[in-house]
């Protein structure tokens, strides 16, 4: 059973940080595309950021030079750093994986307020 579970979600004040993780079960976790997304209240999920199958980062531009996408081949891990947090950063953060079908964790909150 393929489980993605993410953690690492909290208040931070604006220009702080955050380190999300997200711990894969269940599937081959290297050379697999894996990522983030998030969804802030009243919107559609968005994309964040990714690994691709073949091991690049693609990031999106909202996040781009703040935000680090990671991964622990040996511990089943996947992180997303998050440095010079701003307001509009506020929503839940998913992490998936690419499988036969997509694989998404439950999602953790990351609320960005002074």
């Known amino acids: 059973q393929v489980q993605l579970v993410e953690s690492g979600g909290g208040l931070v004040q604006p220009g702080g940080s955050l380190r999300l993780s997200c711990a894969v079960s269940g599937m081959i976790f290297s050379g697999r595309a894996m990522g983030w997304y998030r969804q802030a209240p009243g919107k559609q999920r968005e994309f964040v950021a990714t690994f691709t199958a073949g091991g690049s980062t693609v990031y999106a531009d909202s996040v781009k030079g703040r935000f680090t996408i990671s991964r622990d081949n040996a511990k089943n891990t996947m992180y997303l750093q998050m440095n010079s947090l701003k307001p509009e950063d506020t929503a839940v953060y998913y992490c998936?994986?690419?499988?036969?079908?997509?694989?998404w964790g439950q999602g953790t909150q990351v609320t960005v307020s002074s």
């Open positions: 998936y994986a690419n499988g036969p079908v997509a694989y």
